[in-house]
Structures are given as C-alpha cells and as structure tokens.
C-alpha cells in the first residue's frame, strides 16, 4: 500500500506536469510548416541589405523548395496544356517557375521595417488540403492577410497555393502565363519566366 504523504507528492507531481508547457500539444505540422518559412523569411529582411538580390536568393532557395510543392503548384499554373508537353518541357518549366518564386521572395524580401507575422495555431481542413492563415503586419501601413492552401507531399505539408487577401497566386500566375504558353508553346513560357526573374534579382 502507497503510504499518504508518497501519494500525495506522486498526483501533485502529475499535476505539474499535466500544467507544463513542455507537454503541450504539438502544433499542427502544416501550421509548423509556415511558422519555418515565416522565420526564414523575416531572417532574410534583417540581412537583406548586406546580401543582396542573390545573396537573398541563394538564403531562401532551400526554405522555398522545403515550404512548396513547385512541381504541382507549375503543373496547376501551366493548365491542360502540361498534359500534351514533352517530360524535358515540363522540368524546364518546373525549374523556370521554382526560380521566379525564389526570385519574388528574394526581391520583395529584400529590408526589414519592423515586420512580424502572426500565424494562427488552428489549420482548417479542407477534403485532403489543410488551410493555414497568417497574417503580415508591416511596420508601417496595413495588415496584409495571408491565406495558405497546403496538400500533403511525400508525407510532409506543403504549400500549393497562397491567397493575398483574396487573390489566389496560382490563378494570377495562370493568366500571366496564357499569352506566351500559346505563342511560343513551353519554351515560351520558360524564356517569358526567366525574363522575370532577371528582372527581379537585377
């Protein structure tokens, strides 16, 4: 038989440990997904100066690859005509769009102005897809809300589409993309894609 005074420091120490944060419930790995990019992202506005355009992009290349699935997020953007395209003209593509997505963060991340961001612990379940909202909040100026669509990719979160406020990236990439996929096919669309990107890093 337990003798009182044991027991008594055996539930008292249960207690604590049911109270301590330690043991709290781990965050949603799609939630935890954009808290990683998120960091890396306001990492990046603290050394943006002093990196540069490439410097910038060379910091957030691995973060963006880990955060997104580019293969599908370029396949959705490309529409039905991915289906009649060549493998070669599909992986130059995928590799045209991961360096325009690269590029953007690189040059719209570029200086830190007091930003933070504020991911809620709470993702949404949409049929297969997660959805997980954070919210930009600039040191000057409006809140931008931001909206993250998140599909499971070999058995991790990641992002297929971003809606800034209620504009979906993948849409406003895919009528970007419509004018030069149908005059110059593919590899239209590849030189229309790195053009951007040039611009974009300088």
């Known amino acids: 038989m337990l003798r009182l005074p044991f027991l008594a420091a055996a539930l008292g120490a249960l207690a604590i440990a049911a109270a301590s944060p330690l043991l709290a419930a781990p965050a949603d790995p799609a939630v935890a997904r954009i808290e990683t990019l998120d960091r890396a992202l306001i990492d990046t506005l603290k050394q943006g100066p002093s990196l540069g355009p490439k410097g910038r992009y ?94 499971l990719s070999g058995g991790t979160w990641k992002i297929i589409d971003v809606y800034y406020g209620a504009i979906s990236q993948l849409t406003t990439r895919r009528a970007d993309f419509a004018g030069p996929l149908a005059s110059g096919g593919a590899k239209g669309l590849v030189a229309h894609l790195d053009g951007l990107s040039d611009k974009l890093l300088g």
């Open 58 to 151: 060379r910091k957030l290349e691995p973060v963006i690859d880990a955060a997104f699935d580019l293969p599908q997020m370029t396949r959705i953007a490309v529409g039905p005509a991915w289906n009649t395209m060549s493998a070669a003209d599909q992986e130059a593509l995928v590799k045209a769009f991961t360096r325009l997505t690269v590029a953007s963060y690189a040059h719209n991340f570029d200086k830190f102005g007091g930003e933070t961001f504020t991911v809620d612990p709470a993702a949404q379940t949409r049929g297969t897809d997660k959805v997980v909202k954070s919210v930009l909040t600039p040191g000057s100026g409006a809140p931008v809300n931001l909206t993250y669509r998140m599909r």
